[in-house]
């Protein structure tokens, strides 16, 4: 059913779904589209003896440091599932579906097949024998509940390959059909959104472009279509009410979402690959007010990295919540806060409210001990970090890399100045699950008696199997102080 609405962003078509389905995405051929060999993948309702429906399955390239072929498949759907995974060889003994948590268990099917079930969407990866780097990597949406036809009308681009008769700037939906749309005769590929107005990419749609959201407000970007190796996924800047949803970004060669000077934001059930150095997942400098919810980042530098002056951004940064995801940094850190800011002004800029809630990190592998932290709050350039809380944290076994990493810094490589203090962060429920990697000390250094580190709450915190009862075998300066371990 559609209906036509009217609202901040004029006129516009949304159907809704009217009954349970599942909806496989419409095939994407293209040269540059690469198809896993190793993995079918089909769904089908649960507790149905129905036709199995064959998803297309798709290689992401991941780990800078391996350019590992992972694979990775995705469907929507609003009702219990089955999913069945078939191999070409014999089927490893060793099968893990991560993260964990979800508690997601299997049953083989002769010697080439395995079978679970899905109550709910779900973010997973499953891993035969060991093997990280060539993993399916499986996305089980909710069916969307906004969707577009593509229907031409009054403020409607329907965008055909790059025809320059479509930049407009009063367009209020912008929409990418099912296949393949690499823009001709654009400066930095890069498409820019105006205020007031939808992106929409359809399931199936491969928009081989950026996504830049400038000085605009009143922007959506959504559907379950992909962004293709541009430049950068997403970017949004100087902007305000900004929502991002579905959208996968498949190994940009910079961020996946770069927020900067941007206030009421949301990202959600966005899923990125990446495989270059500085192919952070989503950095924020100078940001307020922004929620991420429910989004995987395989990165191959920082998954989260929350700054403040960087560039050409600047004026602190506030509250910023993320939730209900999962990480994996194949290099660097899983979540990184207060590394750069403006080292220029007298007494530099403050980032606080910050929340990171309900998160599974999959793996962190760092060789450089400065980016080794899962959770590092690293204050530089004369950043004052307070009221940075974790909570319900999950971190399966990581390659090489520290837990917890508190400093107050002064990183050549990087900053012009030591970092201010840092106050009051709390980690609690954290959980961290060891099977073979290698596991550094927590750490908590300040950097001198000026740029400390007072106030860090550390409740329920567990490492392989062990509840911390007090600082020993920390990393510790004489620069901090009220450290409580609960």
Known sequence: MNKILYGALGAFFISFPMQAKILVYPRIEDKAVVDDGRYKVYVREAGTENAWRELQVFSVEVDMDTRSRAAMAQFDADEPVEVKVVTPGQMADNVKIRPLSQGILYNKVGEHALTFRLERPAKLSVEFGGDRMGNLHLFANAVETETYDGTEGEGVVVWDGGSKDI??????????????????????????????CTVYLAPGALVKAKLRVDRAKNVRIVGRGMLFQPLRGVEITRSRNVHVEGVTVVNPQHYTILGGESRKVTVR????????GWSDGIDLMCCHDWLVDDVFLRTSDDCLAFYNHRWWFWGGTSNLTVQNSILWADVAHAINVGGHGDDRSPKGETLRGVRFRNIDVLNVDEDDDNYRGVMAVCAGDKNRVEDVSFEDIRVEDCEEARLIDIRVIFNEKYN?????????????????????????????KGYDADNDVRGVLLESVTVDGKKLTGTEGMEMNGFVSDVEVK
């Open 167 to 196: 930049f407009r700037k009063d367009c209020r939906l912008i929409y990418f059909g099912p296949g393949v749309h690499k823009p001709k005769d654009l400066p930095n590929g890069e498409i820019d959104v105006p205020s007031n």
């Open 269 to 276: 059930n966005v899923k990125s690959f990446s495989s270059r």
């Open 416 to 444: 012009r100045e030591p970092g201010g203090p840092i106050r009051n962060l709390v980690f609690r429920n954290i959980r961290y699950q060891g099977e073979g990697g290698k596991m550094y000390p927590m750490r908590i």
